[in-house]
């Protein structure tokens, strides 16, 4: 799943729309990432969205992201990731 260009300005941010999809698929742990150099950065609505949903969340830089998703995966956890590869 890819972020919806025409809803993020510069600076780009994870939306709350932009996990629905992990959750409507049962993701009950979600793995943000912010780029390879953190520059994608994550709206506070996003992670009070996802705390009000009591979804546990990762926010990290994208290798550190994904390790922790394929740690989470191993462990039989329903967890979803968003990933950004650039910037």
Do not use: K, W
């Amino acid at each position: 799943m890819g972020l919806d260009r025409d809803r993020h300005a510069a600076p780009a941010r994870i939306q709350p729309e932009d996990v629905q999809e992990l959750l409507d698929h049962g993701a009950t742990v979600v793995v943000l990432s912010r780029g390879l150099d953190l520059v994608l950065e994550v709206d506070s609505r996003t992670i009070d969205f996802l705390a009000a949903q009591s979804v546990e969340t990762h926010v990290a830089e994208t290798r550190a992201a994904a390790a922790r998703y394929n740690e989470l995966a191993a462990s039989d956890v329903a967890v979803g990731g968003l990933f950004h590869s650039t910037c």
